[in-house]
């Protein structure tokens, strides 16, 4: 049973799970998780080490299957009315849709400016104008450009482990998404990279919706306006950040947040 602070309404959701259950093998990872994700907030998911965040973040997407053909999924998420489990969903455009950053970044091994460009060619866009623009705009928006804009043609790699998270971000926003999923996409920065990261997340919320998934629990203080707290694939509990933060429902939440747990 999940304790709600908060019900996020349909009309506001950008993503509404609905009882979501994930299995990979025999391990049923993901236990009868319901809750909605607002439109153009962040939404943090945190609990220990195992408890099923990177799967159900996964999970709404539907890269739970790249990662683990063997997975099983039951229930819905619904996005722009439509669940995304039905056999007709376009993955790609979905996947468009719905991006994602990963924890260690993982720049494409090609120029700064192929790397963003890369999604828009793949659509098809080859106007050099138009793909200049985007990989502009991308780059700003991932605060990123000032850093970049007399380097766009030297290798990603060139870059330090900070700029190439941006620059994942960037690329996760050339292909134009109304969501960005982000699994511990700080994790493996220094702090002031870390920051810059959260600073980003913050902007972006203003024109996407954002799902982050952190074992840092200052982080998702710091990032999110939303939290849903899980425990060996339960959901144990969603809300505010503030109000969870300040006064958990469920004494599991309390424990864990203080720190007595996890
Ligand atoms: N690709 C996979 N194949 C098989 N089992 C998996 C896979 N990924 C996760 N699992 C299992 O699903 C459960 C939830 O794991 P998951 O990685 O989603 O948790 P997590 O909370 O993100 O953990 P961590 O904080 O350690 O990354 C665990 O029992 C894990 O072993």
């Not at 009309?11 to 994930?22: C, D, F, M, T």
């Not at 468009?96 to 990963?102: D, H, L, T, Y």
Request: net charge neutral.
């Amino acid at each position: 049973m999940t304790a709600y602070g908060v019900q996020i309404p349909e009309s506001r959701a950008a993503l509404i799970v609905k009882n979501l259950n994930v299995w990979y093998g025999k391990n049923h990872a993901i236990k009868d998780v319901t809750f909605n994700i607002e439109k153009n907030r962040v939404t943090a998911i945190i609990g220990p080490s195992g408890c099923g965040k990177s799967t159900v973040l996964r999970a709404l997407n539907r890269m739970n299957e790249v990662m683990a053909p063997e997975v099983r999924t039951t229930g819905e998420v619904i996005f722009e009315g439509k669940n995304i489990y039905d056999k007709n969903v376009d993955l790609p455009w979905l996947r468009r849709k719905i991006g994602m950053v990963f924890q260690r970044p993982n720049p494409f091994p090609k120029s700064i400016y192929d790397n963003v460009a890369y999604g828009p060619r793949i659509q098809g866009i080859k106007d050099k104008k138009t793909l200049d623009k985007i990989v502009e705009d991308s780059l700003k928006k991932a605060a990123l450009w000032d850093e970049v804009k007399d380097r766009l043609h030297e290798s990603a790699f060139a870059l330090s482990g900070g700029q190439q998270q941006r620059l994942c971000i960037a690329r996760a926003l050339a292909v134009k998404p109304e969501i960005l999923l982000m699994d511990e996409p700080a994790s493996a920065l220094d702090p002031i990279s870390t920051l810059k990261i959260e600073d980003l997340i913050n902007e972006l919320k203003s024109n996407y919706t954002v799902v982050i998934v952190t074992h840092n629990i200052q982080q998702a203080g710091r990032v999110s306006d939303y939290t849903a707290f899980f425990w060996m694939g339960e959901l144990v509990e969603f809300g505010s950040t503030a109000e969870m933060f300040e006064k958990p429902l469920e004494k599991l939440t309390e424990d864990y947040l203080t720190g007595r747990v996890g």
